[in-house]
């Protein structure tokens, strides 16, 4: 083998090394700005129970304007006709929370697995800020409008 050809196989391994090196360092940088796999997968399972719950807060809304009332409880919701309304949680099936506290007053509740302190929450048409919770159960007052007297 020549010089020069042991000179290119010598600089062609440093360049491996170098790729690999800045392989590693890409894929620990995107973990650290990203979060791990897990880490973005509970994030994303959160932000399904906000989308949740918020389409709950509306289809409780268009109850009242139909009813004059809260529902008794989620399952009456979810059992009106065309309705599709998811009432449990995504990952074990356990109800979310709703208690009427008033009139038109109710407090809806989930298990959460983020801190949206940490980890905001991404997607849906709603405003964040109204939902943000810490880990595990939160509870959200909410309060329905009345029905509009015609």
């Given at each position: 083998m020549?010089?020069?050809?042991r000179g290119?196989?010598?600089?062609g ?17 995107a973990i650290?700005?990203?979060g791990?796999?897990?880490?973005q997968?509970?994030?994303?399972l959160d932000?399904?129970r906000?989308?949740d719950l918020n ?19 989620l399952a009456?919701l ?6 599709r309304?998811?009432?449990?949680d ?23 697995a ?8 991404a997607?849906?048409?709603?405003n964040a800020?109204?939902w943000n919770?810490g ?7 909410r309060?329905?409008?009345p029905?509009?007297?015609r």
């Amino acid at each position: 083998m020549t010089a020069g050809h042991r000179g290119r196989d010598r600089a062609g391994r440093w360049l491996a090394i170098a790729a690999s090196v800045a392989v590693v360092a890409a894929v620990i940088a995107a973990i650290w700005v990203m979060g791990t796999p897990s880490a973005q997968r509970e994030a994303k399972l959160d932000s399904r129970r906000i989308d949740d719950l918020n389409h709950i807060v509306q289809v409780v809304g268009h109850y009242v304007e139909r009813h004059d009332a809260l529902p008794a409880d989620l399952a009456t919701l979810a059992r009106q006709p065309g309705q599709r309304l998811a009432i449990t949680d995504p990952v074990d099936g356990a109800p979310y929370g709703y208690e009427v506290t008033g009139k038109l007053s109710y407090r809806l509740c989930a298990v959460f697995a983020t801190n949206t302190a940490k980890t905001p929450v991404a997607g849906g048409p709603w405003n964040a800020d109204d939902w943000n919770h810490g880990v595990g159960r939160h509870c959200f007052e909410r309060k329905a409008k009345p029905a509009d007297p015609r």
